[in-house]
């Protein structure tokens, strides 16, 4: 007679997708609860309920890449995160850190409920194991990804106009939008840079537009430089294009910086290419202190050129000492080639003092 043994629980949930899409939680009253019905129903029923602290969460696919997200000291990620405490530290393990063949599939949203209101919304990966401080644990299945963007969208715009904590919980819900494998996660971040939208938002959607979402976001990037009326936002835009790894990056950042309309704006956009380096940086740089119009724009695009590694810089800031015609643009190419302490720039300065009648 053949036995047929029970097969563990725990074995059954590594075999189903369930498994993969849940957590490591410790030191929780965990319940699990179906969010089939709609996940902004059980999360009001749940909140409307809940006026002593607890955690709710749930999973949803993420992007591809290598986007690690638990707690960190210094620049070593730990192998867990403490949710509770002024001070959420990692949590040590002493098992070395594990090598992994692909990036994490899932990500795990959670929102700390207390007073039947949200007070934080913070995001993870499957490695980290969480520690809920003893606080019970809300565990959504069944959560529709575009469901999960609708609600964390309610807190990135509801939470515009209030303090603080509001804009820290909406920084929180765009970031978790932005690492949402799903196409409304696109179509919520385009949304949120509308012209009608307040600036804080934009710049806040830029910046993830820039980050995580590839070449759809950095095409939004591009029309939000033609198009957004602010000069704040756009500077930020040029900042979020340094963030993507689109190769048009680079060359939409130069065009910023002969183009723009706001000095300030093009500016930035130089000491952003210098950052960059390469033959391409170097050339726009030296182009707007050739022809921008600007004097302010000049003189950043000299301090532009001192960011450059120095075989590429020192050479270019002294051919603008000797030859620019603007004497507030050759001044400054000196003073940050007396700031360079390298062997070309003291070469020069002799050349020039010896020049100099007596």
Not at 190 to 212: D, Y
Not at 226 to 240: C, G, I, N, Q, T
Not at 300 to 316: I, N, R, T, Y
Request: with cysteine; proline share 5%.
């Amino acid at each position: 007679m053949k036995v047929i043994r029970s097969i563990p629980a725990v074995l059954v949930l590594m075999c189903s997708g369930t498994y993969a899409q849940q957590p490591r939680i410790v030191n929780a009253n965990v319940q699990t609860r179906s969010a089939a019905g709609g996940l902004e129903r059980e999360f009001r029923s749940l909140l409307s309920g809940q006026a002593e602290p607890a955690w709710l969460g749930y999973g949803a696919p993420m992007i591809p890449g290598e986007h690690n997200m638990c707690c960190y000291e210094s620049a070593h990620c730990c192998s867990g995160c403490q949710l509770e405490g002024k001070q959420s530290g990692g949590i040590q393990s002493g098992k070395g850190e594990r090598v992994r063949l692909e990036g994490p599939r899932y990500l795990f949203v959670l929102l700390r409920l207390e007073q039947k209101r949200v007070e934080k919304i913070r995001t993870f990966t499957e490695d980290c194991e969480l520690d809920a401080g003893g606080l019970p644990f809300f565990w959504l299945t069944d959560v529709r990804p575009s469901e999960s963007i609708a609600l964390l969208s309610s807190f990135a715009t509801a939470a515009e106009g209030d303090a603080k904590e509001g804009r820290r919980l909406a920084d929180s819900a765009v970031a978790a939008i932005a690492f949402h494998n799903d196409a409304a996660a696109d179509r919520a971040l385009e949304g949120f840079i509308a012209a009608t939208q307040p600036e804080s938002l934009r710049e806040r959607a830029s910046f993830w537009l820039g980050n995580a979402r590839g070449r759809r976001g950095y095409e939004v990037l591009r029309r939000m430089l033609r198009e957004d009326p602010s000069p704040k936002v756009r500077e930020k835009v040029v900042f979020a294009l340094t963030q993507s790894r689109e190769p048009e990056a680079v060359a939409a950042i130069i065009e910023t910086a002969r183009n723009d309309a706001s000095a300030h704006v093009r500016g930035q956009a130089l000491f952003w290419l210098a950052q960059k380096a390469g033959a391409k940086a170097a050339d726009a740089i030296t182009d707007a202190i050739d022809r921008d119009p600007e004097t302010e724009v000049k003189k950043k695009a000299v301090f532009a050129l001192s960011q450059l590694p120095a075989d590429e810089g020192v050479p270019k800031l002294i051919q603008v000492a000797r030859s620019n015609r603007n004497p507030e643009v050759r001044k400054q190419a000196i003073f940050w080639l007396g700031q360079s302490r390298d062997p070309r720039a003291l070469a020069f300065f002799e050349e020039v003092l010896l020049r100099s009648p007596r």
